[in-house]
């Protein structure tokens, strides 16, 4: 194996599996940026696209696309690191790459028909075959079949493995945290023509997917991947994890009910969601002490700059994102003028880019240097690491710059269609005709762009990094003694 391969079969079978994930992942990536680009756009020029591209399948195919992304790239992140984890090959290796295959093309099938089949009549056939309207999980019904079946073998190759070899703190949390994952996409399959009813089970899967399970699940791959980058001792990451987990499942489980505000559940949700999802920060900063700590106990010398840096921004992503964007309009009393505006999706892109973007990319950069043959990943790259820092800065300035912009546009929405208007529907109108509105809109626009130059970059950084390099990785010093 030299230094700076191309070729990769030097990695495990998991290993490999988990390289055809990361593939798809940034296919997908680069697909929720482009049809991003699209739907903000119809809101500068309303009829471009009409009829042709409506902004309702342009919107939707940029949120299913970041969802199934983010998901193929935790999937690709645990067969990553499966292995070496449990100590022995994965069970299942055959059954994993059949799922998927079969998952990628499902996936293909169900893009091409929201594409070319945008409407259908308001019947079963259509929630089976073309579309189930439930946002961000819109793939019909047979897809969703298809979509648990390829989780099912996930799982039981991953469980398997490790009943095979060994257990650790890290595995087992993350074993029963995909019990849960899985379990509940099943609440997002199930139809009923009372649309409270079917809102109350659609947010077990999205809220409790971003505030629970997927939470504790990046949890279970940072804890690994400070191991890997800083040599951090796994008692302590085991530890902070333990924490970490027990405070995002008290208060994110419960934190629901801040979307069952306005849906015509019962009063009492007002109060259970507003208190516990305002303590839903409170793990999050438990992250950033975690990893900046960690960190600055061993004097920031890791093996892999790149993903160093995107663990980083991650937690503060995560913490700045999540915890105070979702703080910020959490309490019923404030809701009341934000639900649905702008600031929402102000929340929304900050959440998921700093929470789950962001970890995934550092993942890539793991992958990356172990493929191109265990490559120096460490200070004073070739390039100076010119690619990797301008991608990181403006795909993060990008996504900063479109959130401040989502936040004017939402703050001038609250204002005039809530507080003065009486969230009338004229008023509702009248809001997004308002100036500031409009000029969030277009800074949106221009944020966008800058945030798809950061990943044009980032692909290019990712197809050449260590393929020039003679110098091997620099193994993190174990066992620093401070963090005794
Ligand atoms: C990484 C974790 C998180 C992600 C990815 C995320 C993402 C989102 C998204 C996309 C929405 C819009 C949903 C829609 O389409 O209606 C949303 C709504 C919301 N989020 Fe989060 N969120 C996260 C964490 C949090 C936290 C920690 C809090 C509270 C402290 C929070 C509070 C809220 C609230 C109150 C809403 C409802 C907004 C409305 O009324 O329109 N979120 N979140
Ligand atoms: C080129 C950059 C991007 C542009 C131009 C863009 C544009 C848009 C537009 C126009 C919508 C529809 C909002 C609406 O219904 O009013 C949207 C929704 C959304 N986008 Fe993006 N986006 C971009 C990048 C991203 C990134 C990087 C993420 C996260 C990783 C993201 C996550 C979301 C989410 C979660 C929603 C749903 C928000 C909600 O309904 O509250 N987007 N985006
Ligand atoms: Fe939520």
Redesign the pocket.
Known sequence: MNVGTQDPSHLTGGQKLAVKYYTVAVVLFTAQILFGLLAGLQYLVPEFGYNVLDFNVNRMVH?NAMVLWMLYGFIGAIYWLVEEEAGTELVGLKLGNLAFWVLTAAITVVVLVYVFVQTGPGEMSTIWLINEGR??IEAPRWADIGIVVCLLVFFWNIAATFMKGKWSGISGVLVLDLVALTGLYLAGMFYTPNISVDQYWWWWV??LW??AT??VMIGCIMAWALIKTLGVRREIVTTWLYIEVTLMFGS?IL?LG??Y??IGTPEYWLAV?GAF??L??IP?VAMVVHALYDSGVHRFKNSNHPAMAWLIVHTFG?FF???V???M??LPQI?VY????Q???S??HL??F???ATINIAMFYLALQKWRGNVYMSAGLADNGRKWKWALGLLSAGTLGMTMALLVSGYEQSFVERALGGSTWAAYFEAQRTHWFMQGMFWRQVWGVITAIGLAILIWDMLTIGRKETRSMVLPANHVEATA
Do not use: K, M, R
């Open positions: 949120i946002e961000y999205i809220h971003v505030e997927w939470e994110g934190g801040h979307h505000f306005w969601g999802s305002v839903e920060p999050l995560n994102g999540a915890g964007w979702g703080f309009q959490t809701n934000t639900h649905g505006t600031w929402s999706s929340h929304g959440a998921f700093g929470a789950y």
